[in-house]
């Protein structure tokens, strides 16, 4: 994965994502929105097949980028649980 | 977050998504589609065409045929240690050479490797007249599907949110929703209206029976109510015979996983954050 923080101050990050698309863009400003203090999170995409551009804003108790390393971590764990639900319904 | 299993064979799974979030479930259904890699027919050398169809076309319909996949011995051309120039980690190659008069089959592409032959003998490809002939070579990479379509490994995946069917105590067992229910799930006993044993999974959340309840003109609201319960979905995944449908699952599933770990790393990197 290649980002490029365009903007960043203890309140809001402006982040591209470059190759990214919908697919994890979409499934990160949910998980994003589920913290209290992120205020606005959100992708633009110029175009169709443009890089997507990240907006997270923070009520400034915590920085952008722990809110998204918090919110990676939950997304890395649903995906882990979901694993191992599969692996062991399948051993049965 | 867990998965259970209402079906789960080489070719079709249908399980139920819980406690989950709509952005999540549309992420591992897009996932599935076109982020699990699969073989496809990518590139044809022709020696030989004098069928009804141009060059481009017989190019086009071998690269739609599903062919099986061993991702242990293949890796996308990208990833490849050959750098991309097609080696047999990331190229399969496949001969066909048919005269006419037949048609010719998904069977007659010879594969050099057996375990990337195609998913399904009796695909047709072409229809071959009196001293009409083609001869051509053919060349599979493993792709995705977010580069075309044919590299999908999935035939169907969907999800729907899990339905409720709920009644008040204004039914009065007339049968008008039970007669309007496309799936049938619905039926009357004891003068009420109720759902069928073990067949609330397969409503369509068309609220078709609803609207025959308002018809049936018991007051203003319809006494049946259907309601779809977003934090649980219901999946289904059928796959074109190139990979396990289980193995198209946990691969969606570690992509996922593996986009947030790289995420993770840089952010922390970022933030100095170990």
Redesign the interface.
Known sequence: ?N?E?RELTADRARILFHGE????M??????LLENPVVGIAKYTMEFQFSDPELVVTTDGSK?P??V??EA??H??G??????E???T??SK | MEIIFGRLDNNNARFTLTETRTAFANAFRRAMISEVPTLAIDQVRIYDNTSVLFDEMLAHRLGLIPLRTDLTTYVPAGECSCGGAGCTHCTATYTLSVEGPRMVFSRDLIPQDPTTAPCHDEIPIIKLSENQKVVLEARATVNTGKEHAKWQPTIACGYKNYPEITFSENCDGCGMCVEECPRGILTVKEGKAQVVAEKQEECLLCRLCEEACMAGGIGSEPSIRIKGDETRKIFVVEGDESLPVQEIIERALMHLRQKSEDLHTIVSQLSGVT
């Open positions: 994965m980002i923080i698309g919908h697919t994890f979409n499934m990160l400003t949910d998980e920085d980028l722990t998204i390393r990676c971590e997304l890395r649903y995906c882990d649980e979901l694993l639900n599969v692996r319904a399948v």
